[in-house]
């Protein structure tokens, strides 16, 4: 009874196995171009992360190293204004002469000369 209902299927001839592999082998040869772009894509995506952004980390970090170079330049100035400075107010002298500047004060046979600027303006 099963083989009633049972379609015997027709085995396909030697020709029409090679007209049908014939017909997919000339699919996959219009693939080949498209396949080799895609591979392209990605080998371009993959050197884009291998080697550009090590770049992009390195010019990050120069310019780091440009902006902490200017900062310590900076600093080194500021230091040697302050050690100029440390070096006046331990000469003795430069506190007499600021000491005498502020109280208006003259040695002995000295004569101090202003600029006419400089002097209080009176009202």
């Known amino acids: 009874m099963f ?3 049972h379609r015997h299927r027709q085995r396909p001839t030697l020709e029409e196995v ?3 592999r014939a017909a997919r082998a000339d699919g996959l040869k ?3 171009p498209v396949m080799g772009i895609i591979l ?3 080998l371009f995506f993959l050197l884009t992360l291998i080697v550009f952004r090590p770049l992009r980390d390195l010019r990050r970090l120069e310019q780091d190293k440009a902006a902490m170079q200017g900062k310590l ?3 080194k100035a500021d230091h040697e204004k302050a050690r100029n400075e440390f ?3 331990a000469d003795p002298e430069y506190f007499e002469n600021v000491a005498r500047d502020r109280a208006n004060l003259a040695k002995p046979g000295e ?3 202003r ?3 400089a002097l209080p303006q009176k009202r």
């Open 87 to 89: 070096r006046w107010m």
């Open 40 to 42: 392209l894509v990605i």
């Open 3 to 5: 083989r009633l209902f």
């Open 30 to 32: 219009s693939l080949l």
């Open 115 to 117: 600029q006419p600027e």
């Open 111 to 113: 004569t101090i000369l």
């Open 73 to 75: 330049e900076d600093a």
């Open 18 to 20: 090679e007209m049908r």
